[in-house]
């Protein structure tokens, strides 16, 4: 996999925040730069970040595999992670989690028919006196995300879409 030129220069950037060798370092901002651009981070990205950082593409992807942000496979508009770690749970959030699948119809990691909506069941999110929360696109955290609270939301990111 080749990346565009604007891509190089984003991973050089964050490269040299870093002392020359030290540039490993920079692989999360990686990834996370692949990711916006192309939505994803399949294999061959990882294996072209690994091979751009100068690292073992084990290492790259045992990283794209630990961390929820990064997606190994390609997600829907909106990508809905329902915290259900204890404390969420404890306060509904496998509830919230099987209430949002039902809306839109997909079971736990899947994407609807139409491509607008990913749903997946997340490890902590760091919120739990909010419980149960919600992150939308790894960037907007919800708390306190009732029954109706999460029928409002499929409403509006619905009507976004349209």
């Known amino acids: 996999m080749n990346f565009s030129d604007s891509t190089i220069a984003r991973f050089a950037r964050e490269v040299a925040k870093y002392p020359a060798d030290q540039k490993v370092s ?57 915290c259900t770690n204890l404390p969420c749970q404890l ?31 997340s490890e902590c999110l760091g919120a739990c006196a909010d419980a149960p929360v919600m992150l939308v696109n790894d960037r907007q955290m919800l708390s306190y995300m009732s029954h109706d609270k999460l029928d409002e939301l499929l409403a509006l990111l619905k009507a976004q879409h349209a």
């Open 91 to 121: 306060r509904g959030g496998d509830k919230a989690l099987e209430h949002v699948c039902s809306r839109l119809g997909v079971e736990p990691y899947g994407t609807t028919a139409d491509g607008t909506f990913t749903v997946q069941p």
């Open 26 to 82: 920079a692989v999360m901002a990686c990834l996370a730069i692949v990711q916006q651009e192309q939505g994803h981070v399949s294999p061959e990205a990882e294996d072209a970040v690994a091979a751009y950082l100068e690292m073992p593409p084990i290492a790259v992807h045992e990283v794209t595999t630990f961390y929820n942000m990064y997606n190994q496979q390609p997600v829907g508009r909106y990508k809905l992670n329902v």
